[in-house]
Structures are given as structure tokens and as C-alpha cells.
């Protein structure tokens, strides 16, 4: 039996709450459907969660986290006090939007690996309906606890040591992608004290690199077309959670155009990987330059090519250039104006 | 199986392999930065960690009890710039990229003292770097990353070389002085340097 144990909270909104609420919590017993329920989420875990992240250091920059303080405290001897700690600091940081929740603390073994599951179930509101032989009961309940498909959170951990590991761990949120910030810093940022391990210029490089070298390596005409569009409307984009496979559906990527570019992935798994856009980096990865006449006349190229590809000269007059260029037209293509 | 026998299955399999794809990863990164002499990586060799893994506290007791799990710098990277300045825009540079769970500059610890200066991360492996064929129990989540100047590598260079040959007498109080003084000198030169560099670079 990999689970060892089971604990439970009823944590509340304390955020900026004076006298905030006490967190209640008990053990779940290793029977019936309750502790089938947590087993599912455990076992499940290690496909569902699949963000990483991984503890902030400290603002002295010193190998500390106070979260992972009290996630390993809880982990070597797990108890109802010390799960009760972490399950306080979620408390400070949920306000009443994000509402009343149950976290449940699950520790297990899995071979040498220590495995700790912190899973949170937000309330729902439900109705409660008895059938008797002639008629029905209803009755209003507030605190129906569901593994809800938009706001499930949890986070596993494990490794073999307390001490040297549990510093990363793979994380699901699936307000993640939120535009609004509350609710998509609430789990990682603000309760987890962590942060992504694929930095916005790490995984945007990761995007950038495959889309060059897909270019590069396929002799597909249409694919290169989609690619080059896709990467030069690609610099507008704001600073939003996406990955390289989204990347490649945003911009109504065909599937072969879309393969190619996940084909030069280091690691198939990495398509799905989520990460925040950072513009500055996709142009540092892919610099095309352009410019643009008074006459009307826009000239594309990789920066370090552009002078290559256009001989360039001053005229006479000094204010005018003259721009030429040889070789095959090999595509053409309509665009919006600005 | 040993902890020497553990550690050399990791060196073999993963460390070797992950440190060169490492190397070639922050070769790329940093390609566009001026002013960089060399970067490197290495797995530890397993005589240095079987050294470190048996080192004791200054009470006597074991310093790790988990040393497979618990020394960091199984995986070393090293970045060497020429001045002062050059290493805090790198460190900005190399954070940009990756998750560090610890940075420090590494000083001596009473400011009348000279000896080894260096700026140091423990950073976490991007996925990508890791082969998922790799036997995932074997593969280290983080490495550590050295920054230094030219001045602050040769002189830790030499001071290792000097002073922490195993099974050498230790040094003398003299002979540490000397270091100290060497330490001096090359933090007076990295200081010259990087102020001309700074006057050239404003002109």
C-alpha cells in the first residue's frame, strides 16, 4: 500500500482577515469511498499534474523556502499539527473569490521515493435530493466539495531524501491559464512560494529554436509559408501562458506543419509544456528584419542576412536608397495592412 | 550496491551526457555576450565526490548522510568573463533561463580577509536537457553554476591545486598568508581592470 496517510482541512478565506478563521483538520481512514476518492487523486497525480515547478529561494537568496519547510517537516512525520501549518498558509492566501476549500495532504511511498499529493477541493454550492415512494426532499448544501474540472489544484512531490529533494514538483491549476492574475498566482506564486521551472525565456526560446529549425529542415513550401506568417505575427503577442503545440494551433498550423515543428523538439512532452510568452526573446531567436519605403515597398529578412539578400545604395540626392535583390519567386502572399 | 558503485553508475549513464548537452545549452544562450573567456561543465569525478561525501562537520560528525542525494554540484558549470561587471550581467543573463533555488557571491567571511571570491547559483534541469530514456533515479534535479573573473578562476585555480591536495600536510600559517596575498593582488587587478573598463567604456 503506497498511501500512508491521509489528512484532511476545511481551509477559509483568511486572506486579509483580522481574526481569521481556525483550520480544522482530522486524518481520512483507509477505508471506504473517501479514501478510495484520495487514492484516485494520488495515484492519478503523476499524470494530471504536469506543470513544473519548484521552490523560490529566499529574497537573501539563500537555499530556503518556508513552504518546503513545512511541506518536508510534514512529509518526514506527517501529522494533523504539521499538515495544519500549510494548510493555515493557504488559508492567508485565499480570499472569498477564490472561496471556502478541503485540502488533503497525502503521503505515500512509491519504491525509495517519498511521495507527498497536496490536492484542494473548492466548495460548491448543490442541492441534496431525497426520493421517497410519492415525492421528493430538497434541500440546499453549500459545502459540496468537488474535484471541480475549472479550479482543481494540487501538486506532487517525491523523491528519496527530504533533505537533498523536494525542492520541484509537477503541479496542476487548472486556473493556470487564467488572464486574471489572482486566480492564476493563488496556488504556485502565492501558497506554493514557487515558480515555473520553464522561465518565460527558456520556453520561449524552446518555441523559437523549433520553429527555426523546422524551416530549415522540411523542403515543404506551404509548411515554411505557415511558419514564417506564424513567427512574424508571433512578436505582437503579449506576455500569456502558452506552449509549442498551442503556439501551432493559435496560428491555424496544418497537422504536417504542426508535426514538423514538434518533431524538432528535444522531447515529444515538451509540446505541452506551458511557459509565459516573452517577446523580447522570440525576437532575439528569430530577428527579422524588416523595412519599409516611402514608396510603399516592405523588404523581410533575417537580420543577419538582410544586407546580403539586399544590395543596398545611396542616391545622388542623399536622402533616397535604392534596394536590389535576385533570385526565384518561390511564394506570395496577401497581408492585413496595420 | 556502495555509494562509490551508485555514484559511478550516474557518472557513466546521465552526468556525463546531461553536463555536455549543458555546456552546449548555455554556449547558446550566451553567444550574443561580450566578454566572455570560456564556459565549461563536468560530472564531479567520483574521487572528488567520494571526498566530499565522506567529509565531516566540524563537530566530527558525517556532513551528509544522504550524499548522492544531498551534494548538489554533481553536475559543475563554470563561466569565466574578464572583468567585474561582466559577471552580474551574465548571472542576469544565465536567471533569465533558469531556475535558481540558491545565488550568492561567495566572499571571505570577515571583510579584513582575502581568499576565494566567486558568484554562485544552484539551479534546477530544464526537462530539456534531461533524456527521458535516462533511468530518471539517477539524474540529479539541480547543478551548480560558477561565475568568476579571469583573475578570481586563476587564483581559486591555484589555491585548490596548493591547498587541498589530499593527503598533503596542511598549510602553514605563512604559507596561508601568502595566499591571502595572492587573493589580494588579483582582487586589487580585478578591481583596476574594471574600473578602466568602465572609463573606456564611457569614452
Sequence with gaps: MPIEIVHTYLVHPNKNQVEPIAIMGSPVPHEGDMFDLMKSVYEKAD????????????????????????????????????????????????????????????????????????????????VLVNEAADMLTVEFIDRVFMKNAHSYKAVVYRHPSFQGGFWNGMAVDKQINSQDLESSDYWVKDF?????????????????????????????????????AAATLASGLGADPINVEGFCQKFGFTPNAKAAVIGQLDRPDLATDNFLFNAEEFKKQLPLRTVELDNGAMLTADAGSFDKVFEHEALADGEKVKFSTVGAVVSEKLEKGR | MTVEGQY??????????????LEEYLKDILSDQARIDRISTRPK??????????ALSSTGAPKYDDPLHQI???????????????????????LRYFHAIESKHVLPENDWEFGYFGNHHVLLFPIDLIDPGFDQGLVPFCFELQIKTLFQHAWSEANHDLGYKPGQQPLESD?????????????????????????????
Excluded at chain 1, 196 to 221: E, H, Q, W, Y
Excluded at chain 2, 8 to 21: F, G
Excluded at chain 2, 45 to 54: E, L, Q, V
Excluded at chain 2, 175 to 182: C, I, K, M, N, S
Design chain 1, 47 to 126: 499524470t494530471e499534474c504536469n506543470i513544473g515547478i519548484a521552490f523560490k529561494k529566499a529574497p537573501s537568496g539563500a537555499q530556503v523556502n518556508a513552504r518546503r519547510d513545512m511541506l518536508t517537516a510534514y512529509g518526514a512525520a506527517p501529522s494533523v499539527e504539521l499538515g495544519r501549518s500549510l494548510a493555515e498558509q493557504l488559508g492567508f492566501v485565499t480570499t472569498r473569490r477564490s472561496g471556502l476549500g478541503l485540502l488533503f495532504l497525502i503521503k505515500g511511498k512509491e519504491g525509495n521515493d517519498h511521495k507527498v499529493v497536496i490536492s484542494r477541493f473548492r466548495a460548491n454550492n448543490g
Design chain 1, 192 to 228: 506554493l512560494l514557487s515558480d515555473f521551472i520553464t522561465s518565460p525565456a527558456f520556453g520561449t526560446r524552446r518555441l523559437a529554436v523549433a520553429l527555426k529549425k523546422a524551416i530549415k529542415a522540411t523542403d515543404d513550401l506551404e509548411i515554411k509559408r505557415q511558419i514564417t
Design chain 2, 8 to 21: 559511478r553508475a550516474r557518472y557513466d549513464q546521465v552526468l556525463l551526457p546531461i553536463a555536455n548537452k
Design chain 2, 45 to 54: 569525478s567520483i574521487d572528488r565526490f567520494m571526498g566530499k561525501a565522506k
Design chain 2, 72 to 94: 548538489q554540484d554533481q553536475i559543475g558549470a563554470r563561466i569565466i568573463t574578464f572583468y567585474k561587471d561582466d559577471v552580474d550581467r551574465v548571472s542576469d543573463e544565465v
Design chain 2, 175 to 203: 604559507e596561508l598568508r601568502q595566499l591571502a596575498f595572492t587573493s589580494a593582488q588579483a582582487w586589487g587587478a580585478d578591481r583596476v581592470f574594471n574600473e578602466l573598463f568602465q572609463k573606456r567604456h564611457e569614452d
